[in-house]
């Protein structure tokens, strides 16, 4: 799930993670064979971790992707930055190292605690969303938020790295829910977001006392929606794992995205998934 850029604050303000949340220093997600082969994540500590990041989303959402990025005067080129940076919990996977050092981060998440939610006075996805009507999901609620991977390692594994750690995290934590957006590209002018939406509509929508109402609304009736379609790999991984969407997607110009809310409870992961990530 990625959220997108907000108004900016200073480089200065960015902070380490807080000490009072429960968090594994790294897990190993993969080994195959040797230390050279495995991939480690590790939630971020310092700020020269958090850059890492931001120059991941940099290379992936506007390098890749084309997104004009919103950033705080004075940031150093090549980063994505914004508002809520200061206030999340950034995880990172890093890619295998054979030389005892650290090796480049090429996958991550950004988690929006519901403390943390408070201080910076709200959630990411409320600047697209109405989201009142999970209201009484918030105190266990968290934020996911400007999710990535490097083009080379798009692979199951390093996004298993990523969940695992997520659900870890959520569970020490006594957090049962996530929310964010799952984005979807509109370069063939929003048809195939248009055809997805009606398909996933009939299939994965969430209760109506969980929907909510895009600021922005993608025009999906001047669209067409009957395209045989695909979901994402992403999107597809979160629905496995019982994931709803919340209501029609938003439209963000500066991504040329179409934003779909989504929601994830740990209660709902099925069976399998329960077993892979929590042990259960």
Known sequence: ???????????????????????????PATAEGSACARLEVVWARHEDEVREAQR???????????????????????HDIDVFDAYCE???????????????????????????????????????FDLTRLRALRERMVELGRSCVHPDHRSGGTILALWGALAEFMV??????????ASVSMRDGGHYAASLWSQLRGTHLAPIEYRVQP??????????????????????????????????????????????????????????????????
Request: proline fraction near 12%; include cysteine; glycine fraction near 8%.
């Open 56 to 78: 991941l989303r940099y290379q992936v959402f506007a390098e890749e992707m084309g997104a004009r990025l919103s950033v705080p005067k004075g940031s150093p080129p090549g």
């Open 1 to 27: 799930m990625r959220d997108l850029p907000l108004p900016t604050l200073p480089i200065a303000d960015i902070r380490a993670p807080r000490r009072s949340l429960h968090r594994p220093d790294a897990a």
């Open 215 to 280: 600021r922005l609304p993608l025009p999906v009736d001047e669209l067409q929606q009957d395209l045989a379609v695909e979901p994402p790999a992403l999107i597809k991984g979160y629905l496995r794992c019982g994931a709803k969407v919340l209501g029609a997607p938003a439209w963000d110009p500066d991504f040329n995205t179409a934003d779909l809310p989504m929601l994830m409870r740990i209660a709902d992961l099925p069976a399998k998934y329960r077993r892979h990530f929590l042990g259960e």
């Open 172 to 181: 020490r934590n006594r957090l049962d829910t996530m929310v964010g957006c």
């Open 90 to 128: 950034h995880l990172l996977v890093r890619a295998p190292s054979c030389d005892g050092e650290p090796g480049p981060v090429i996958g991550t998440y950004r988690v929006l605690t519901p403390e943390a939610a408070r201080r910076v006075g709200g959630l990411y996805s409320e600047t697209e």
